[in-house]
């Protein structure tokens, strides 16, 4: 009997196991990693895992067919766009179906959408791609208007005018992505107008192009392809009005932090490379096709070759990345957007699998989205108990350790700062607590300073020049004895 009970027991007790929540982080199908300051990854404990799925399957709309993007409102809303069926699929918080938006013949029937954008008065902004119109509906799904292809001279001739990402700021100005356009995003006015390109990329320096171009023939220099800049492939925008791009085919700052006069004021002219390290493999360079700006200035990428999210703080320092490409479900098959809810979960839309794949934080995430916000307020002393429970959890968090230190620092516990971005290996911060620790101290034994330092005058001034009077003398007296004695004892020549 007992044995019969043991063979039922252990199924059991494992299907138990993989159902709770601990048990679902166990199995999660990627690890979690951190980049360290010498370019290693190591490892970190998982900030976000995989919750579950939307399909559309048990809906009344019906299955999705290729979404590609998804927008969720500051009412927990959500709008999946459901490009292969060209609707937007509208559900609530608790993902019960609403309505189907823009699949209902008349002039506000959509062809191949790619994007949404949803005011807080529930107005809805499509990019109608294959229709070449943002197409607009208020919060009822009822066609409102339309923005048609922009005209203007400074677009020039046979621009292509594919919108298929957008954002609104408070002004109710458009920000359009159009796919293939290098120039940047198009700025449109309410009233339809194109005011001009905003925030585009550029194009660096490059001795190779300027030797080829100045020892080239003209009939050489006619037939070099025309260097473009980087498009962009996604925007977003905060409630501070900065406008957050994705920017695809560059190495460096493929993540942007816009200005209302379009500079890049995440990394302020350094380079920076954002995603993984690309050491090995197939790949050169971090493909992001999508970003998502929390309500605390955190930024989540999508990549689309690793398929892998990446997570950043306001200041771009590195907190999480999770997923990758495969079967499972945590993985995605061809990733393609990505949002955050109200309540912090990330919604990542798959579009080889049809679905859309939620993802819920840890413990430990929201930990350090806690210590996140309070560090990158300048609330280093409020933050330093939490980044210490970070390192009580993680201790290969390197984060962790320059956010104690700059706490330290703030303390004017300079000595103790040193050590803390020592671990960090934060050279730069290391140097200015070091500083500040050489200036503390001389200050602290300012008297044993002073006493060494006339010490040190007096010696120079009478005590040094005494000496060297004392050894030429003798030095000149053995010199005279040796002279004295030299004809005594040789002879002359």
């Known amino acids: 009997m007992r044995r019969r009970y043991r063979f039922w027991l252990v199924p059991a007790v494992l299907a138990l196991m993989l159902s709770s929540p601990s048990g679902a982080a166990a199995v999660t199908p990627y690890e979690g990693y951190a980049w360290a300051v010498n370019g290693q990854d190591v490892h970190s404990v998982n900030g976000y895992v995989y919750s579950r799925s939307i399909d559309g399957a048990y809906l009344p709309s019906g299955p999705f067919k290729s979404p590609e993007s998804v927008f969720i409102a500051g009412s927990g809303d959500i709008y999946v766009v459901d490009t292969g069926n060209n609707r937007i699929v509208q559900l609530d918080a608790e993902h019960r179906f609403v309505r189907t938006i823009g699949d209902a013949e008349g002039a506000g029937q959509l062809n191949g959408p790619k994007g949404v954008f949803v005011k807080e008065d529930g107005t809805l902004y499509v990019a109608d791609t294959k ?23 400074l677009l020039g001739r046979g621009f292509n005018y594919s919108p298929s990402r957008l954002v609104l700021d408070k002004r109710d100005y ?25 925030g585009a990329n550029h194009v660096g320096f490059s001795w190779r192009r300027l030797l080829i171009r100045l020892l080239a023939t003209e009939e050489q220099r006619s037939r070099l392809a025309t260097v473009r800049p980087a498009e962009f492939s996604d925007v977003d925008i905060d409630a501070e009005g900065f406008i957050y791009t994705t920017t695809l085919g560059e190495p460096y700052n493929q993540l942007k932090r816009l200005s209302p006069v379009g500079v890049d004021t995440l990394n302020g002219g350094a380079k920076r490379a954002y995603g993984d390290r690309f050491d ?4 050169a ?8 700006v929390g309500p605390d200035g955190i930024m989540s990428a999508l990549d689309l070759q690793t398929g892998k999210v990446f997570q950043y703080d306001k200041l771009g320092n590195f907190l999480f990345a999770f997923g990758g490409i495969g079967e499972q479900n945590g993985l995605f098959v061809t990733p393609a957007d990505l949002d955050q809810s109200p309540r912090g979960e990330l919604y990542v839309v798959d579009k080889g699998r049809h679905r859309v794949d939620v993802f819920r934080t840890t413990p430990f995430a929201d930990l350090v989205h806690e210590a996140s916000r309070l560090y990158v307020d300048g609330r280093y002393r409020e933050a330093e108990a ?8 993680n201790a290969n968090y390197e984060m962790a350790y320059v956010a104690i230190g700059k706490a330290l620092y703030n303390a004017e516990r300079y000595e103790e700062a040193m050590a803390y971005f020592k ?6 911060d290391y140097s200015l607590a070091f500083k500040e620790y050489r200036k503390a101290y001389i200050r602290e034994h300012f008297d044993v300073f002073f006493v060494a330092v006339v010490a040190g005058f007096l010696l ?13 003398k003798g030095v000149s007296r053995r010199q005279a004895a040796g002279i004295a004695i030299g004809p005594e004892k040789g002879e002359a020549p």
């Open 131 to 153: 229709n070449r119109r943002i197409a607009v509906f208020d919060r009822e799904g009822r066609f409102v208007r339309e923005y048609p292809a922009p005209e203007s001279p």
């Open 423 to 428: 671990l960090a290996r934060a050279r730069g």
């Open 280 to 283: 090995v493999g197939p790949y």
């Open 285 to 292: 360079m971090a493909a992001f096709m999508a970003i998502s």
């Open 174 to 198: 458009l920000y359009v992505v159009s796919d293939g356009n290098t120039q940047g995003l198009l700025q449109i006015d309410p009233g339809g107008a194109f005011k001009g390109f905003y």
């Open 386 to 393: 939490l980044w210490h429970e970070v390192l009580r959890q």
């Open 460 to 472: 120079l001034r009478f005590g040094v020049p005494r000496l060297w009077r004392r050894i030429r």
